[in-house]
């Protein structure tokens, strides 16, 4: 029977120190849990702390409005297709976009670039019934003139005269590169639309609806005029040399007229005295030619002007009341109290650990 017993196989656990493991560690989640929940009022003191800091962040917080204005940009031309070939036979190409500087979406680079926005600071808004500045009103909703007080000369800058100055172009640099980063956006919501957002924000309402309209005009107005330079240029070459020949034309056919009236009494057989009238009989004939290449050129011009001027389609544009950016109280409360509960939890458990740690 002793024998039976000692043969008998032993069985060992192989995984004794993994279950004790997994015990201690559920006996001190049930340690750390105790010690939170003898800390209760702490949380809720603190948790309520983060709440009322929300709400006053909340109140102190300006409301910021947002303009929104939206355009789809055609540069496809029309269908002008039909005239290429003709074009082409007197050097008029109306094959292919003329794509130039600003193609694509280079026109979004074109909306962030520093002379762009510029531009609008230095053009006169319309604010409360007066004219002024962007670039005053910008500094006036900014209370930048009391931040400038230990400097006399920032205090009293004054951008109506177009002088240029080291101050002035400080001063200049500064406000765009603020409203470049912080209140001015434009971009493509969707790509497939092809729709361009131009979204720009301020404390004071009028200022950022009418900043947005005054940067979409200087903005679209140059792309415009950057796109047809070339095709103005030449109608207007061909225009005024139509007008150069067609006074020439005039004047030689009142002289052909003013000859014949002379000679209406001439001796037939002496052919010599008709020269001067069959002369300008000929140069009436090539400038009537002239005048014919001139008119044909002059309208395919045109018809190259048209297809290179693209076409800006306003699709929505800001009104008033614009949208409103504020933080509510109560989200801020709600915001603000959980990271106070976050944080709180996260410095007592810490504590209690080290504490342990220290004590061991």
């Given at each position: 029977m002793a024998e039976e017993n000692f043969n008998k196989p032993v069985y060992?656990?192989?995984?004794?120190?993994?279950?004790?493991?997994?015990?201690?560690?559920?006996?001190?989640?049930?340690?750390?849990?105790?010690?939170?929940?003898?800390?209760?009022?702490?949380?809720?003191?603190?948790?309520l702390l983060g709440g009322v800091l929300g709400i006053c962040y909340s109140f102190s917080k300006q409301t910021i409005y947002v303009a929104r204005c939206r355009f789809i940009l055609d540069e496809s031309g029309g269908n002008y297709g039909q005239y290429a070939g003709i074009a082409?036979?007197?050097?008029?190409?109306?094959?292919?976009?003329?794509?130039?500087?600003?193609?694509?979406?280079?026109?979004?680079?074109?909306?962030?670039?520093?002379?762009?926005?510029?531009?609008?600071l230095l053009t006169?808004?319309?604010?409360?019934?007066?004219?002024?500045?962007?670039?005053?009103?910008?500094?006036?909703?900014?209370?930048?003139?009391?931040k400038w007080k230990e400097n006399k000369t920032l205090q009293h800058i004054s951008f109506k005269d177009t002088s240029r100055t080291r101050e002035k172009d400080s001063v200049l640099t500064q406000i765009v590169g603020e409203i470049d980063r912080k209140y001015f956006s434009v971009g493509r919501p969707d790509r497939k639309t092809g729709i361009i957002?131009?979204?720009?924000?301020?404390?004071?309402?009028?200022?950022?609806?009418?900043?947005?309209?005054?940067?979409?005009?200087?903005?679209?107005?140059?792309?415009?005029?950057?796109?047809?330079t070339k095709s103005l240029q030449t109608l207007t070459t061909l225009q005024h040399q139509a007008d150069s020949i067609r006074r020439g034309f005039n004047s030689t056919i009142a002289r052909i007229a003013s000859n014949t009236d002379a000679n209406v009494n001439i001796n037939l057989s002496r052919q010599v005295l008709r020269v001067p009238s069959q002369l300008k009989q000929v140069d009436a004939e090539t400038s009537r030619g002239i005048m014919a290449d001139l008119v044909k050129n002059i309208e395919l011009t045109k018809i190259s002007l048209k297809r290179e001027t693209p076409l800006i389609q306003l699709?929505?544009?800001?009104?008033?009341?614009?949208?409103?950016?504020?933080?509510?109280?109560?989200?801020?409360?709600?915001?603000v109290a959980m990271l106070f509960l976050f944080l709180t939890i996260s410095f007592l458990l810490g504590r209690k650990i080290l504490k342990d740690i220290l004590a061991s």
């Open positions: 060992i656990d192989p995984y004794p120190s993994q279950e004790l493991s997994l015990k201690k560690g559920l006996l001190r989640i049930a340690e750390l849990h105790r010690h939170l929940l003898s800390k209760w009022l702490t949380i809720i003191l603190f948790t082409s036979m007197i050097g008029i190409d109306l094959g292919g976009n003329s794509g130039g500087l600003f193609q694509g979406d280079n026109i979004l680079e074109l909306y962030r670039s520093r002379p762009m926005l510029l531009k609008t006169t808004g319309i604010f409360s019934g007066t004219k002024e500045l962007f670039i005053d009103r910008y500094i006036e909703i900014n209370d930048l003139r009391n957002a131009v979204e720009m924000k301020s404390k004071d309402e009028v200022f950022a609806k009418t900043f947005c309209d005054q940067i979409v005009k200087n903005v679209n107005d140059f792309y415009i005029a950057s796109k047809t699709v929505d544009w800001p009104v008033y009341p614009l949208e409103r950016l504020e933080l509510s109280w109560y989200k801020a409360f709600i915001e």
